[in-house]
Every structure is written in structure tokens, then in C-alpha cells.
């Protein structure tokens, strides 16, 4: 174990990113520098070529989401597609109605769900952001409190990207239907991560990221219901049948739809794995690390992911002198650094909230890995400590 720990850091971090897969990597090659065409251009066969790897990754990917591939819109990413979904729906709606109407989310959403969410409250649009119970998960009583007359939008993800709680996303799809409101989820880190069926559990909008998968960065897809209208963002060209304009990265939807491909053939493997790493990981740390509270629910939770809270040290202190040896994080990437407001919404004060750790497994990760990082944790906590 001291051999391991004299290497580069060990990687925690797999819910900010994944390596590409290599074959992955392999269906990518011959459309950067062989099959280089512009997949819009059908005037000759470098193009030709390009739009039929463009359209086989559809349909790859809507056979494993089980939906007609013209539902399938790419994007740059989970963060343009979520923004697509809210922004565009949400004006196309207003558009309809005349006037804006009301929105729900959750206050431990991501911040490409927040971000554009507050936008729209400038344009004039109500937004109900509900508190999660002290375990991360929404209260669904809540949810059905918080409906309104106009309702007309309810964005709730289905993995949270820090704590890893899973939400009862058929139940609010049920709600959802019911009343005849549309639903996004974001499942970022759902996807490739747990079994689901997007149509049966009711999800109108859907938020897919490839680099979350062991996919390229710079790719995602926003899957969009046949009853859902969408305002495009940008303007200039008809991809994406007019939703999302702007030449398709060929290589980059190539690599996508093969990384989805082989997260679905090792999806129970993985998930079966990744969960006795992760319960070993967690007993093994509070036998050796006393004093640490665990956030978000234990049992209702992505196989991969721990996020714990570390009591009596400096979180500031505690990831400079982790950092060395450790690649993981205290919150999600976008934050820039600033305490984590998923956790601050889970009652944990600014202190605590700078004292977590978020650790999530990947596909290479080993126990003895594991155990490296136990005993890592340990040694700079009771440094700390004393």
C-alpha cells in the first residue's frame, strides 16, 4: 500500500468526469482525421459519411433509451442541454400562454438547473425551489403543496451530482402526469449509472452527459418528449431539427454513443461492483475515522458515490493536505470552490459543508485503493485533529 500511495493521487473523482474508454477512443479515430466531413453537407461523400455516423449514433442511442431517435438532440453537454430544456421550454410555454408561468425544483439541484431557473425569474416567471429533507430526498407532499394553478414545469434530477441520493422520480412523474405538468430530470450521473426507463416513469425532458460515462467531454443530449415544444437558444442553421443549430462534432457523437453502448452492456456489473466497493469504503472510514457524519441517504443512493462530513478539522486545511495524494472533491465542479449549497440545504453549517468529502468509485477503482484511501484520510485527519 505505501508503494501505491508514493504515485500520482488516487482518483476519487469520478462523478466530475471519466477517462475515456479506449474503445471508446477507437469508434472516435476515423472521424478526426479519416471521415473528417461536415455531416450537414451531403453534396459529397466526406459528408455523406459523416451524417451516416451521425445518424447510426442516434439510433444506438434511442435503441438504448428505447425512444424514437428524432427525440434525440445533442448538445455540447448536460449544462446546454438543461439549460435548453428549461429556458427553451419555458419561453416557448410563456409564448403559448401569453404570460409566464411557474416552475418547481429542488434547492440541491445543480447549477445548470439554478442558474437558468433564477434567469427566468427575471423574465418574469414564479419559481417554487423546495427544500429536501435532512437525507437529500424531496418530500413529496411538498412537491404536491407546491403545485399551482399554472404549473407548468417541475425539474428534479434523478442522482444528485454531490451527496448521490436517488429521487423518487417515478412518483413525481406520476404527480407530473397527473396534472398534466411536464417533467425534466437531469440524470447526468443517472445515466449509464442505474436502470431506468425514461417513457414508463413519465420524463419529458431528459439531461445525458458522455463525459460522466466514459465518453468524450464536449458532448451530451437533451431527449425531448413528442408533445414538448422548445425555443431554440442559438440561431443559424436547422440541426437538431431547429432546436440546437451548429455543425454536429462527428467524432464526439461517434464516441457518445459508443461509451452509452458500453455502459449499458456492463450497467449491473458495474452497478453490483461499484456498491460493495462503496459500503466497504464507508464502514472501513468510520471504524478508522471517528466522528464523521454521512450525507444523504445511505440506502437511496448511486452505487458509486460517498459524501461524508468530517468533524473537527478545516475543510480548507483538509483538502490542501489531501490533494497530494487524493483526486476528489467537497462538491461539484461548477462551484468554483464555494461551499457547497447542496449540503447547506441538508442543515450542515458553512464550516461542515467545507469539511465534506465527496468520494465517488469508477470502474478501475481496486480495494486496495480503497483501503490507501482510508488510511490517507485517517493520517491527515488525525493530524489535523491533534
Known amino acids: 500500500m505505501n508503494e501505491l500511495m508514493k504515485r500520482t493521487p488516487l482518483a476519487f473523482d469520478y462523478q466530475s468526469s471519466t477517462p475515456c474508454d479506449n474503445r471508446v477512443i477507437e469508434a472516435m479515430a476515423p472521424y478526426l482525421y479519416e471521415v473528417w466531413g461536415n455531416p450537414s453537407s451531403m453534396q459529397n461523400s466526406l459528408g455523406i459519411h459523416a451524417s451516416a455516423a451521425t445518424s447510426f449514433a442516434r439510433e444506438n442511442l434511442a435503441s438504448i433509451l428505447k425512444i424514437d431517435p428524432q427525440r434525440v438532440i445533442f448538445t455540447s453537454g448536460a ?11 419555458a419561453r416557448s410555454k410563456a409564448f403559448e400562454k401569453g404570460t409566464p408561468g411557474h416552475l418547481i425544483t429542488l434547492s440541491t439541484e445543480h447549477n445548470s438547473v439554478i442558474e437558468p431557473l433564477l434567469q427566468l425569474r427575471k423574465e418574469g416567471f414564479r419559481i417554487s425551489e423546495l427544500r429536501p429533507n435532512s437525507d437529500g430526498l424531496l418530500i413529496l407532499e411538498d412537491l404536491v403543496n407546491a403545485f399551482q394553478e399554472d404549473t407548468f414545469l417541475v425539474s428534479i434530477m434523478a442522482a444528485n451530482n454531490e451527496i448521490g441520493v436517488l429521487q423518487p422520480i417515478k412518483k413525481i412523474g406520476l404527480l407530473c402526469k397527473e396534472r398534466g405538468i411536464s417533467f425534466h430530470c437531469d440524470t447526468a450521473q443517472a445515466f449509464g449509472n442505474l436502470v431506468f426507463d425514461i417513457d414508463q416513469i413519465g420524463i419529458d425532458l431528459l439531461t445525458i452527459s458522455g463525459h460522466k460515462i466514459y465518453g468524450p467531454k464536449g458532448i451530451g ?47 449491473l456489473e458495474n452497478m453490483k461492483r461499484h456498491a460493495i466497493l462503496r459500503d466497504k469504503l464507508w464502514i472501513k472510514m468510520q471504524n478508522k475515522v471517528p466522528d464523521i457524519i454521512l450525507n444523504g441517504s445511505l440506502e437511496k443512493r448511486l452505487p458509486n458515490n460517498l459524501n461524508f462530513t468530517i468533524k473537527g478539522v478545516r475543510g480548507t486545511q483538509l483538502h490542501k493536505q489531501l490533494r497530494p495524494f487524493i483526486a476528489c472533491s467537497s462538491g461539484s465542479a461548477c462551484s468554483n470552490g464555494k461551499p457547497s449549497h447542496v449540503l447547506l440545504s441538508l442543515g450542515r453549517t458553512k464550516q461542515e459543508a467545507e469539511a465534506s468529502l465527496r468520494l465517488s468509485i469508477g470502474r478501475s477503482t481496486t480495494l486496495n485503493e480503497i483501503d490507501a484511501a482510508i488510511e490517507i484520510i485517517s493520517r491527515e485527519v488525525d493530524q489535523l485533529r491533534s
Open 79 to 89: 449544462t446546454e442541454a438543461n439549460n435548453l430544456a428549461l429556458l427553451g421550454h
Open 221 to 267: 443530449a437533451l431527449i425531448i418528449s413528442d408533445k414538448i415544444k422548445i425555443q431554440p437558444l442559438q440561431f443559424g442553421g436547422n440541426q437538431e431539427n431547429g432546436i440546437r443549430p451548429g455543425t454536429l462534432p462527428v467524432p464526439l457523437v461517434v464516441g457518445f454513443s459508443k461509451a452509452a453502448e458500453i455502459a449499458q452492456d456492463m450497467l
